[in-house]
Every structure is written in C-alpha cells, then in structure tokens.
C-alpha cells in the first residue's frame, strides 16, 4: 500500500514537473507543440493537451495567441 502511495505522488510530481516545463517552452521559444509533447515526456499528442488543459484551464496554443 505504501508504495502504491509512493508511485501516485512520483507520478503526481513528474506530471506538474511536465506541465512546468511545457508552460516555459511554450511562453519563451518557439518550438512546435508536436516537438513540444515529446521533449517533455509524453508520447500521445492528446494526453498532453488534456494535461495541460486541465492544469492550465487553456489549450497550449491558446498561450501563443
């Protein structure tokens, strides 16, 4: 049980370490968002833009415009 509790709260902070590091690359380069996904760990398009929907409350490209 206990390291059940572990890998929820790895995961937990992998994924605002994620969220963290999409933010900054998407406010400060110019990176494409289908480069951006995969440099910051997730392999599906669509698990990241709902990622970061949900933590953000906008899409990713909302922050460009």
């Known amino acids: 049980r206990r ?32 480069d951006l996904y995969v440099a910051v760990g997730y392999n599906n398009l669509t698990s990241f833009r709902r990622a970061f929907k949900k933590k953000y409350g906008v899409a990713p490209n909302a922050l460009r415009e």
């Not at 929820?8 to 400060?28: D, F, G």
């Open 3 to 34: 390291q059940r509790q572990m890998c929820k709260e790895t995961a937990t902070y992998l994924e605002q370490v994620r969220m963290t590091q999409a933010k900054h690359l998407l406010e400060t380069t110019d990176i494409k968002i289908a």
